[in-house]
C-alpha cells in the first residue's frame, strides 16, 4: 500500500509566501510524477504543477513564475514553495503521484491521493 501524507499550508496574507510538502512511502517501485492539485467548492480539482522522476515539471498557468515544485534526492518528497499568494490561490490543496508497486512479478501503476490540505489567502 501507498501513501502521501501532505503537511503545511494556512492561512497567509496576500502576497505572502506558504510551502507545502508531500511524502510518499509504502511499497514503491518507482514513482513516476509527484504533484499538486487544487479544488474550490463547486469546481473540479484542477493540476497546479507535477515534477517527473527526471525533474520535468509543468504548471498551470495561474501559477507560473510564483509556484515553484521540487523532489528531494531520493524522490519521495515534493515540495511545493509558492510565492505572491493571491486570494484566488485560496482551496483545498491535494498531494497527487503517479506511482509504481510490485506485487510478486507484476508491477501496477496507479494514481494516488494524500489528504487535502487548505490554503486560504485572506487580509
Known amino acids: 500500500q501507498v501513501q502521501l501524507v501532505t503537511s503545511g499550508g494556512g492561512l497567509v496574507q496576500p502576497g505572502g509566501s506558504l510551502r507545502l510538502s508531500c511524502t510518499a512511502s509504502g511499497n514503491i517501485a518507482n514513482i513516476y510524477t509527484m504533484g499538486w492539485y487544487r479544488q474550490t467548492p463547486g469546481k473540479q480539482r484542477e493540476l497546479v504543477a507535477e515534477i517527473s522522476s527526471g525533474g520535468d515539471t509543468n504548471y498551470a498557468d495561474s501559477v507560473k513564475g510564483r509556484f515553484t515544485i521540487s523532489r528531494d534526492n531520493a524522490g519521495n518528497t515534493a515540495y511545493l514553495q509558492m510565492n505572491s499568494l493571491k486570494p484566488e490561490d485560496t482551496a483545498e490543496y491535494y498531494c497527487?503521484?503517479?506511482?509504481?508497486?510490485?506485487?510478486?512479478?507484476?508491477?501496477?501503476?496507479?494514481?494516488?491521493w494524500g489528504q487535502g490540505t487548505q490554503v486560504t489567502v485572506s487580509s
Open positions: 497527487h503521484g503517479k506511482i509504481a508497486t510490485v506485487t510478486g512479478h507484476r508491477t501496477y501503476e496507479n494514481d494516488y
